[in-house]
């Protein structure tokens, strides 16, 4: 969704509120992103949709899926 190899990704932090996970990570080339991913915990039986990111400071785009 961001376009980097996981291994060109540090997670910052992240947490689960309901049925989103949201997440900070920072890129090798010091970009900061937040995403928001919907599904993939026990309220959604492991199902996900795939994931909304943004630049930190940016709206998140969310995914048209």
Do not use: H, W
Request: proline share 6%.
């Amino acid at each position: 969704a961001l376009g980097y190899a996981p291994d060109d990704l540090t997670l910052l932090n992240r947490r689960t509120d309901g049925t989103n996970t949201y997440a900070n990570f920072r890129s090798k080339d010091k970009k900061e992103f937040v995403c928001i991913i919907n599904g993939g915990n026990l309220l959604t039986m492991g199902m996900t949709n795939p994931p909304s990111c943004s630049k930190k400071g940016e709206p998140i785009k969310q995914s048209l899926y």
